[in-house]
């Protein structure tokens, strides 16, 4: 069925009296002025001064949403709109809503997500913080960029505009400030057609401070960027850890590696042990990940031919590393028997315990989590 508008103008509202009626109005005067079907929609997410009364009174629709947080808002909105296009911007007269038409132009070319960037139309005096302005945004849409090869340069603009239809499609859950992270991540993965175009940010029109906590929202939003992209929580830096501590081992195991005037020995080696077992532990995390995505649909994962590194290979390999150190542990007690179980060189012996620890924890490692990926690929109808 075809939609009754062509566009929603969506705002999120918690307590906006102060400016929300100026961004109806610029809302209206849009509409009215590029002569567009739309209506405005206040999503309003517990208003206790009046802002749902104003909406009202100002001709908007206002739909009550009643879990809290930003992104549970505009969940619900977007849910409630009847155009065909959403163009969603806070209510605090941050964004012009009186200049929305490029927007409007990319969605109508074909685009399923267009985003605004401060950046590259500009940000008033006063507008943004220092601290979102040179570092946090800067800095989390260099992540997004750098974890998800998006082209985006503003992850976290608050005017952007959508086709309803693809963004439903791509099922958002988060309910707090990372929710703007999401819509681009999800887009991203599912291979939504995407552009941005340049938009102002001005000092916002209220007296009282802001929803935006700094640190607290800032880490939403990179635990989620995070949380998204395995490769880099888990997979890289376990093969970080697995190489230099497999070298470090490699090389110790011949003896005394000096540099300069330094000397690294067995202390060393052990902690060269413990690097290699960590990075396997983290390297199976992101099988773990990467699997259940693929039976829940938590990440979209595009399907793969099948993979030399089976379960049933996974315990092979464990149980031939469990063994390669116990055979190790042996040729050690020989060599005690030798001294007729008196003292040893530490320099001496350690050189063959700790290989033989290290390869049977990680042949326990490999044997365990081969079983749990095999668990997780279990779908129950």
């Known amino acids: 069925m075809a939609q009754p508008y062509e566009l929603t103008i969506l705002m999120p509202c918690l307590n906006e009296a102060e400016t929300l009626e100026t961004c109806i109005k610029k809302a209206k005067t849009f509409l009215e002025t590029e002569h567009v079907n739309g209506e405005i929609l206040i ?21 009550p949403i009643a879990e809290r947080g930003y992104g549970a808002a505009l969940i619900g909105g977007c849910n409630a709109a009847l155009g065909e296009y959403v163009i969603m911007g806070d209510a605090d007269d941050s964004y012009d ?21 401060r950046f590259k139309g500009g940000i008033a005096k006063g507008a943004m913080p220092p601290l979102h302005r040179y570092i946090g945004n800067p800095v989390l849409s260099f992540i997004g960029r750098l974890f ?56 916002d029109g209220r007296s009282r401070a802001p929803h935006l906590r700094s640190f ?16 880099w929580l888990f997979l890289y830096p376990g093969i970080f850890f ?22 690294f020995d067995i202390n060393t080696m052990l902690y060269a042990s413990a690097m290699l077992m960590i990075g396997v532990n983290t390297i199976f995390f992101n099988a773990f990940t990467k699997t259940y995505a693929q039976v829940t649909g938590f990440i979209p994962m595009p399907e793969k031919k099948k993979s030399f590194m089976t379960v049933d290979r996974g315990i092979f390999l464990g149980v031939l590393l469990f063994l390669a150190g116990l055979v190790l542990t042996i040729v050690a007690l020989v060599s005690w028997n030798k001294s007729e179980f008196g003292a040893l060189n530490p320099q001496k012996i350690m050189r063959l315990t700790i290989p033989a620890v290290t390869c049977m924890v990680v042949g326990i490692q490999i044997t365990f989590s081969s079983f749990f990926i095999g668990i997780l690929k279990i779908k129950h109808r």
């Open 216 to 231: 607290h929202d800032g880490w939403r939003h990179l635990k989620f960027l995070l949380m998204h992209s395995p490769s």
């Open 242 to 263: 697995v190489a230099l501590g497999a070298l470090l081992m490699l090389v110790m195991t011949a003896g005394t590696l000096h540099i300069g005037n330094v000397g």
């Open 43 to 63: 999503a309003d997410n517990g208003s206790t001064d009046g802002s749902r009364e104003i909406a009202e009174r100002c001709g908007a629709r206002v739909v």
């Open 97 to 117: 809503f009186l200049h929305l038409m490029p927007f409007l132009e990319k969605l109508r070319e074909g685009y399923d997500l267009v985003m605004g960037n």
């Open 148 to 203: 998800y090869k998006s082209d985006i340069g503003d992850f976290h603009c608050g005017l952007r505009g959508y086709k309803r239809e693809s963004i439903l499609k791509i099922g958002l859950q988060t309910t707090g400030m990372e929710y703007a992270s999401e819509m681009v991540v999800k887009a991203t993965l599912y291979k939504l057609k995407i552009t941005e175009v340049p938009t102002t940010l001005s000092p």
